[in-house]
């Protein structure tokens, strides 16, 4: 899936926590990608200067440099083994584990758009397959590419409907909960 959709249905997971609290859903879901993207994009910036960032650098001959050889496989396998934990319900457990055990209860919500970044990842990915059960297994579906008509569409149908759906509900709720504060304030108030 692509990051912008994972962004929309992180901030859409957590629309029930408040305002404040869906711009942590939309980078929560993100995230897994901005972990794994955030340090190849610097090494293309250092390896190609900022050109190594323009629209055709990541199609080009190598895996993320515009005109260059591919990329060593010895970084390739870092991007690789760094992807594993990233992309893994199994690691994502053992931090909230972690964070319970410390007592950061209250930031385990954080872990709903990050796990629904992973289990979307799983069927729609094809090259480029899922472990999400790493370390204890490397087993991956075979999906289709979240690039498909099949799946790009209606996913981006689906997130703007839910969006639509919660924007008009919220605002429902807002203006409810302002009538009853008028109410209880009295005619004169």
Do not use: C, K
């Given at each position: 899936?692509?990051?912008?959709?994972?962004?929309?249905?992180?901030?859409?997971?957590?629309?029930?926590?408040?305002?404040?609290?869906?711009?942590?859903?939309?980078?929560?879901?993100?995230?897994?990608?901005?972990?794994?993207?955030?340090?190849?994009?610097?090494?293309?910036?250092?390896?190609?200067?900022?050109?190594?960032?323009?629209?055709?650098?990541?199609?080009?001959?190598?895996?993320?440099?515009?005109?260059?050889?591919?990329?060593?496989?010895?970084?390739?396998?870092?991007?690789?083994?760094?992807?594993?934990y990233t992309h893994s319900l199994v690691v994502l457990g053992m931090v909230a584990g972690f964070l319970y055990l410390l007592g950061r209860r209250r930031d385990l919500w954080l872990t709903i758009p990050y796990a629904l970044h992973i289990l979307m990842d799983v069927p729609t990915h094809e090259r480029f397959r899922t472990p999400f059960l790493y370390p204890v297994s490397m087993w991956t579906l075979q999906g289709i590419s979240w690039g498909h008509?099949?799946?790009?569409?209606?996913?981006?149908?689906?997130?703007?409907?839910?969006?639509?759906?919660l924007a008009l509900r919220y605002r429902r709720q807002e203006g409810v909960a302002e009538e009853a504060q008028r109410a209880a304030e009295g005619p004169g108030g």
């Amino acid at each position: 899936m692509d990051i912008v959709s994972h962004a929309g249905w992180g901030y859409a997971a957590l629309r029930w926590r408040g305002r404040r609290t869906v711009w942590w859903g939309a980078l929560a879901g993100a995230a897994p990608d901005l972990l794994y993207f955030i340090p190849s994009t610097v090494e293309r910036v250092i390896e190609r200067g900022w050109g190594g960032l323009s629209p055709g650098a990541a199609r080009t001959p190598g895996i993320w440099r515009a005109d260059g050889p591919p990329m060593p496989q010895e970084l390739l396998d870092a991007y690789n083994n760094y992807y594993v934990y990233t992309h893994s319900l199994v690691v994502l457990g053992m931090v909230a584990g972690f964070l319970y055990l410390l007592g950061r209860r209250r930031d385990l919500w954080l872990t709903i758009p990050y796990a629904l970044h992973i289990l979307m990842d799983v069927p729609t990915h094809e090259r480029f397959r899922t472990p999400f059960l790493y370390p204890v297994s490397m087993w991956t579906l075979q999906g289709i590419s979240w690039g498909h008509p099949l799946i790009f569409w209606p996913n981006w149908i689906a997130l703007i409907g839910v969006h639509v759906y919660l924007a008009l509900r919220y605002r429902r709720q807002e203006g409810v909960a302002e009538e009853a504060q008028r109410a209880a304030e009295g005619p004169g108030g």
